[in-house]
C-alpha cells in the first residue's frame, strides 16, 4: 500500500522521494516520446492516410486541446491533490495514443491527437507542478530534477531514431503503440508510491468553466484563420468571421477573468512584471521549436528524399540537446550572480539553429547539420527548466500550480501558433512555385496531383505521376527535382518565423528582473496517504 507522505520534503524517507520522482520520469518519457516520434513518423503517416492539408493539425489538435487542459488540471491539483490527476492523464494519455495507432484517415487520427493532448495537458498541468510540491527549496528541487531531465533526454534522444526505425520496419502505427509500457509503468510507480500533497485542503472548489470554452473559442478560431489563409477567396466571408469571432473571444475572455473570483487565469499574476514577462518568453519558446520540430522532418524526407530511418538520426542531436543542455544548466545556474544570463544564451543558440536550416541544403554535411539541431535543442534545455524555476519563484504558493502550469500551456500556445504559421507560410510558397513551373513547362493539368508534397513523400504514387509525365513528352526527373527543391525552399522560407520569434525573445530577455535561487518561505503543504 502506499506509504503516506510527511509534512515537509526533509522527513520525507529518501526512497519515497526516489519512487515518486521514478513515477513523475515515466510521465516526461510519455510526452517526450509522443513529441518526438511523431515528427519523424508523419511524413510516412501524410503518404498512406493522405490529406496533407491536416499536416500542421496533427500537432495543432493535440496542443490546443493541451493548452485548455493544463490550467484547468493546474487548479484542479491546487484543490485535490496532483496524484489522481496525475493517474487518469497517463490513462487517457494511453488509451488515445492506441485510438491513434488504429486510426484509417486522417480527420480519425487528428481528433485521436486532440484527445491525446486532453491526456498530455493533463500530464502537464499536474506531473510538472508536483516537483516543487515535493521540494519547496529550488536548490534540493534542481539536484531532483536530474532525474527529470535525464528521463526526458532519454525519451528525446532515442524518440526520432526510434520514430524512424519503427515507421520504416514496423509501420508507423508503431510509435503510437509504444507508449503503451510507457504509460503502465508510470501508472505503477505513481499510484504506490506519490504522496498525495494538497495545498488548499479546506476551501471549496469553484471551477472557470466559461474561461476554458472561451480560451478554446479563441484559440481554435485564431488556428482555424492562420490555416485557411492561404485558401482565401475573394468575397468569401469565413476568415473575416474567424478573425472577428477570435478577437472577441479574447476580449471576453479579459473582461471575464477580471471579474471572476475564481478565474482559470487570475489576472493579478498577469500584473506581475516578472511573471509576465516568463509568460511571453514561454509563448515565444514554443513558437520557435515546434516550428523546427514538425518541418524539418518534412525537409528531410519530402525535400532530399531521405528515409524515415535517416531523418530521424539527423534529427536526433536536436532531442538530445535538450537534456545536455538541461543537465549542465543544473550545474551552473546555482553559481551565477546574475541566472537570467542563461536565458540569452538559450534564445541565442535558437536563433543559429534557425540560421543553420535555412541555409541546408542536399549537400550540407550531416555533422554540420548536426550542430543545427544540436543548437535548437540546447536552446530549449537553457530557457525551459529556467522559465519554470523563475517563475515558481516569483509565484505566491497559492498561484504555484496555475503559474507552472501556466508557463507550460504558454509553450504550447507558442507551439499551436507556430506550428499553424509555418504550415501556413510553407503550403503558400510550395503551391505558387509548384504552379509558376507547372505553367512554364506548360503541365498545368497535373496540378491537382502536384499542389502539395504529399506525392513527393508517396514513393508508388511518385512513380505513378512520373510514369504519367513522361508518356506525355515531359522530362518527368527534371520536374520532379524541381519541386524537391522547391519544397526545401518553402521550408526555409517557413524558418524565418522561428528566426524572427527567437530574436524578439533575445530581446525581451532583458525585461525579466534578477532573480536568485532561495529557499522560498511556505507553509508545510497539508498531505494525506
Known sequence: MPSPA????AQRPFIQSLMAMLGIACVMMLVGLDQTVVGTALPTIIAELHGFDLYAWVATSYLLTSVITVPVFGRL?????????????????????ILCGLANSMMFLV???????????????????????????PRVRLRWQIIITSAFGLANAIGPTLGGILTEHYGWRSVFFVNGP????GIYFVVWHMPKIRHLKDTKIQLDWLGALLIAVALGSLQLLVELLPKDEPGALLLPLLGAGSVLAFAALVYWERRCTYSLLPFEMFRNRTISVLFLLALLLGTASFSVMFYVPLMLQGGFGMSPQAAGLLVTPMMAGIPVASLINGRIIPRLKRPVVMLYVGFTALALSSLGVISTQADTPHWMFGIYMGLSGMGVGFIMPNLTIFGQLAAPSHHLGIATATIQSMRMMGGMIGTALVGTVVAHAYQSQVAFVLKTSDAMKWLDRLHNPQVLLDQEGQREVMEQITAQGHNAAALFDGIHGILVSAIHTSQYVGLGVALVGLMLVRRVP???LKRREQKPA???A
Not at 111 to 137: I, K, N, W
Not at 182 to 185: A, D, P, T
Open 111 to 137: 481528433l485521436a491527437r486532440a484527445l491525446q493532448g486532453v491526456g498530455g495537458g493533463m500530464l502537464v498541468g499536474t506531473a510538472f507542478a508536483s516537483v516543487p510540491d515535493l521540494f519547496p527549496d
Open 182 to 185: 510507457v504509460g503502465l509503468l
Open 6 to 9: 510527511p509534512h515537509a520534503e
Open 514 to 516: 534578477p532573480l536568485q
Open 526 to 528: 497539508q498531505s494525506a
Open 77 to 97: 491539483g491546487d484543490y485535490y491533490g496532483r496524484k489522481p490527476f496525475v493517474v487518469a492523464a497517463i490513462i487517457v494519455f494511453t488509451l488515445a495514443s
